[in-house]
C-alpha cells in the first residue's frame, strides 16, 4: 500500500512538473502591466528603462505634454507595435514580447533624436 501510495505520488508530482514547464520558461497569461509617461515639458518620457515579463504586456502611455507623443517598441530596425499618437491623455496597447531587450521611442518626427527613446528589458 506504502509503495502504490508512493508511486502516485511520484507520478503526480511528474504530471505538474511537465504541465507547469521549468520555472521561468511559461509566460504568465496575466499582462505585465507597465506604465510610462510623457513629462508635461520637454522631450522626455518619465524613465529610461522599463521592465517587464516574457508573454503578453500592457503598455499604458500617459501624455502629461500638450504636444503629441506615442510609443513605439521596436528589435533592430523591426516595429513591434506601440500605442497611437496622442495629445494630453492616455493610451493603452498590448504587445507580445519574448525575453529580450528592445528599444522604445516616440515616432512623432525629431522626438526619437531629442531623447524620448529607452530600454524595455524582458526576463
Not at 6 to 31: D, E, F, K, Q
Not at 65 to 84: N, P
Request: charged share 20%; glycine share 10%; proline share 3%.
Amino acid at each position: 500500500m506504502r509503495i502504490t501510495a508512493l508511486l502516485a505520488l511520484v507520478i503526480a508530482t511528474a504530471a505538474a512538473v511537465i504541465v507547469a514547464g521549468p520555472a521561468g520558461a511559461r509566460p504568465s497569461a496575466t499582462p505585465t502591466v507597465v506604465n510610462v509617461s510623457a513629462l508635461a515639458s520637454g522631450l522626455k518620457y518619465n524613465t529610461k528603462v522599463l521592465r517587464a515579463h516574457p508573454g503578453k504586456i500592457k503598455l499604458v502611455f500617459t501624455n502629461k505634454s500638450t504636444l503629441k507623443h506615442d510609443v513605439r517598441i521596436e528589435s533592430g530596425e523591426h516595429e513591434l507595435g506601440g500605442t497611437k499618437t496622442i495629445g494630453k491623455g492616455r493610451a493603452v496597447t498590448y504587445v507580445s514580447l519574448k525575453k529580450g531587450t528592445y528599444n522604445f521611442y516616440c515616432s512623432v518626427a525629431g522626438h526619437e533624436d531629442a531623447g524620448m527613446k529607452g530600454k524595455l528589458i524582458v526576463s
